[in-house]
């Protein structure tokens, strides 16, 4: 099983880019509001220390510099996705 983690200002868009990017998978851990895009950060990475099963997904474009940040982790249990 591999285990997908991100970070981005926009739940809505990343779920969006994560339908269409991994193939109809779906957020299934959302966490958050962090303060800051380098808070969420060190919360993947983290996570990424925790868990050899975790892949980074790219972070989208900052939407605004006072906008609340939020971790999401996806979980594929059977396709070949990367």
């Known amino acids: 099983m591999k285990m997908f983690i991100g970070i981005t200002q926009d739940l809505q868009e990343a779920s969006k880019n994560i339908s269409k990017d991994f193939q109809g998978m779906q ?9 800051s895009s380098s808070d969420a950060s060190q919360w993947m ?17 900052a939407i605004s510099q006072g906008s609340a940040w939020y971790g ?4 594929d249990a059977g396709s070949d996705i990367l």
């Open 27 to 35: 957020i299934c851990t959302e966490l958050g509001p962090f303060i």
């Open 45 to 61: 990475e983290f996570m990424i220390a925790r868990s050899e099963n975790m892949i980074p997904i790219l972070p989208l474009p």
């Open 72 to 75: 999401y982790t996806l979980e």
